[in-house]
């Protein structure tokens, strides 16, 4: 068994690897936490019984302590990664690190190389490299000699209106200059996704997108500042009322308040950012991107991150010289057609946990590493570092308006 303290209890910390924690005692025990939220540290600590000495509102806090244990897991805001990595690390932590490692691609880059020079596990919460279905296209794609060469991809991140509305309208990432572009926070996912099946260079980036719905000239006449007091509420598919004004223990609404009690949440709704109209917040990040991207082969791949969608997950076509191969994450379905006539559908093995048992498969892997240093992860630092510099690349792209070349744009960061 391993020893590990958490920095952030909140949705990832607490739900995801928290409860990894929980369920499988005889792997890994969580021994310190640091949550600045009073109610969320309190509930995590009594969870994995954590003494009060090991309680603390800030991950400052945390890391000006001796080594508290073997490994530590950071999930803090976007924002709040790199200085905790960078500390962390001279500690002699192994981490866990929630994606994305930094929203600036210089402090992505120093992390990784860091890490790798000293010689500690860094592993990036990439988890869908995890997945089953996805392990199971890799391994499709693999056989070359089936299914042949890569020649196009069109992929898409469907976000679900929903999923919009609540984390990138209303909730953490919906401003860019508190946390994360859109296509950083949402969809690195996807970006390296396509580096790891491709597995070969991107040498040029170019992107489009634009916050264009969520935006107060889109209110419906006679829509209020908050929902709670609005006339049109009733009948608007955004209504935070519908969302999160219940008593149950899920998501969205155990996100806003974790207890489940009516009052707090209504005062939540009365007077947080999770009761403000979808139309009137503070939101920056775009609500639909696309992404162009020509690998060293030659292959092409178009990526479609939107936020208009009614459910939430990936679909994707891939033409390769001897088979069309697609498939969707909704149905989790694969269908490969071979050029011969032949058609094979797959349906991957399922994992119980979220992302489609990901974030159980990688903390498993992750407590692996820790045990056995030879042990080489999916999701090394240097490798999700270099899928966060597609992203970085697209939107200098979106910013400028200009195809950029990657070999350029990287010789550049590291002047």
Same mark, same amino acid.
């Given at each position: 068994m391993i020893t590990a303290a958490l920095l952030g209890a909140g949705s990832r910390g607490m739900k995801a690897y928290g409860r990894y924690a929980l369920e499988r005692p005889n792997e890994i025990k969580i021994v310190a936490v640091a949550e600045p939220d009073d109610t969320k540290r309190a509930m995590f600590a009594e969870a994995h019984n954590i003494p009060e000495e090991n309680q603390f509102k800030s991950w400052t806090e945390l890391l000006d302590k001796p080594k508290l244990a073997e490994a530590l897991l950071i999930c803090t805001q976007d924002r709040e990664h790199y200085d905790p990595t960078m500390k962390a690390l001279d500690?002699?932590?192994?981490?866990?690190? %929630?994606?994305?490692?930094?929203?600036?691609?210089?402090?992505?880059?120093?992390?990784?190389?860091?890490?790798? %020079?000293?010689?500690?596990?860094?592993?990036?919460?990439?988890?869908l490299r995890y997945s089953t279905y996805f392990m199971k296209l890799k391994e499709i794609i693999n056989d070359k000699e089936s299914i042949g060469d890569i020649m196009t991809v069109e992929w898409t991140e469907n976000?679900?209106?929903?999923?919009?509305?609540?984390?990138?309208?209303? !909730?953490?990432?919906?401003?860019?200059?508190?946390?994360?572009?859109?296509?950083?926070?949402?969809?690195?996912?996807?970006?390296?996704?396509?580096?790891?099946?491709?597995?070969?260079?991107?040498?040029?980036?170019?992107?489009? !997108?634009?916050?264009?719905?969520?935006?107060?000239?889109?209110?419906?006449?006679?829509?209020?500042?908050?929902?709670?007091?609005?006339?049109?509420?009733?009948?608007?598919?955004?209504?935070?009322?519908?969302?999160?004004?219940?008593?149950?223990?899920?998501?969205?609404?155990?996100?806003?308040?974790?207890?489940?009690?009516?009052?707090?949440?209504?005062?939540?709704?009365?007077? !947080?950012?999770?009761?403000?109209?979808?139309?009137?917040?503070?939101?920056?990040?775009?609500d639909h991107q696309v992404v162009n991207l020509e690998f060293e082969s030659g292959a092409t791949v178009a990526f479609t991150m939107s936020a208009f969608t009614k459910e939430q997950g990936r679909t994707f076509q891939i033409g390769t010289t001897k088979a069309e191969i697609t498939g969707s994450t909704l149905t989790n379905e694969i269908r490969i057609k071979y050029y011969t006539g032949e058609e094979v559908i797959i349906h991957p093995e399922q994992v119980m946990g979220g992302h489609g048992g990901a974030d159980t498969l990688i903390m498993r892997d992750f407590v692996k590493q820790i045990n056995d240093k030879s042990h080489q992860t999916k999701t090394s630092a240097i490798e999700s570092a270099k899928s966060h510099l597609i992203v970085f690349a697209a939107e200098e792209s979106r910013a400028s308006d200009q195809t950029v070349l990657m070999d350029d744009y990287v010789e550049t960061l590291r002047k």
């Open positions: 500690l002699g932590y192994d981490i866990l690190l %929630e994606k994305p490692m930094s929203p600036d691609a210089r402090e992505s880059l120093e992390m990784a190389e860091k890490a790798e %020079e000293a010689d500690q596990v860094l592993t990036i919460c990439h988890v976000v679900g209106y929903y999923h919009q509305a609540h984390s990138f309208v209303r !909730g953490n990432w919906r401003n860019s200059d508190e946390s994360s572009s859109m296509l950083l926070q949402k969809s690195c996912h996807d970006m390296d996704l396509i580096q790891w099946l491709m597995n070969e260079q991107c040498k040029k980036v170019s992107s489009f !997108g634009r916050l264009s719905y969520f935006r107060e000239e889109y209110a419906p006449e006679g829509s209020g500042e908050r929902c709670i007091d609005c006339a049109v509420e009733h009948d608007c598919p955004y209504s935070a009322l519908k969302w999160y004004y219940h008593d149950k223990d899920q998501w969205p609404a155990n996100t806003m308040e974790q207890t489940g009690d009516l009052k707090k949440r209504l005062k939540a709704l009365e007077e !947080g950012r999770y009761g403000v109209c979808v139309y009137k917040s503070d939101n920056n990040v775009v």
